[in-house]
């Protein structure tokens, strides 16, 4: 997994739960560089204590996490990337081939998931997600946060779901004009 997975799940720790929590959870723990790529493994395990410190079930915190990671990590860190769109739609629709592409050739070991995303209408997109990490909570995380950071609201709704013995999760994600509010899912 990408080194700065391991980074931002830091920053979240001490923004959202504090440095005592982050202490607790990555004593032991080298320092994670966003230059490499470390075993799935080890975030899986940095998941599982956080979620134990927190109270958090592990899908609640991963969401979380990811809406942080999309928010606040990648867009302080990739504000270039951010500002090629205008709208959190169009970003989307480009994550796999100007995101993930080159995360592939730079860490091959990274292994970034498999998304396709393709629009459905003027105001949705699909997205196929395959990933054996299984990680679809904080995939729904990252799509939110994303909007956060364009100032807009989605609704997404999971059609499919690996946890649920599909083959991926693919989900269904509409945005509002800015004048409407759509219920959460």
Aim: hydrophobic share 40%; net charge negative; proline share 5%.
């Amino acid at each position: 997994m990408h080194g700065l997975i391991f980074v931002s799940l830091r920053d979240y720790l001490v923004a959202e739960h504090g440095a005592t929590a982050e202490q607790d959870v990555m004593t032991g723990e080298p320092l994670y560089l966003v230059s490499e790529a470390y075993p799935d493994e080890r975030f899986i395990a940095l998941v599982d204590r956080a979620s134990a410190l927190t109270g958090l079930p592990r899908q609640t915190l991963l969401h979380d996490f990811g809406v942080f990671t999309a928010e606040k990590t990648f867009a302080r860190l990739y504000p270039a990337l951010f500002a090629l769109s205008p709208t959190a739609r169009t970003f989307l629709l480009t994550v796999e081939t100007s995101i993930h592409q080159v995360v592939r050739v730079a860490l091959p070991d990274a292994l970034p998931p498999e998304l396709d995303v393709s629009e459905t209408g003027e105001n949705a997109i699909s997205i196929t997600y395959t990933s054996s990490r299984r990680l679809c909570a904080m995939l729904r995380g990252l799509v939110e946060g994303t909007a956060r950071h364009y100032g807009e609201t989605v609704q997404i709704e999971e059609l499919a779901c690996m946890h649920r013995g599909d083959e991926a999760c693919v989900f269904e994600v509409r945005f509002a004009d800015r004048h409407e509010r759509p219920a959460a899912y």
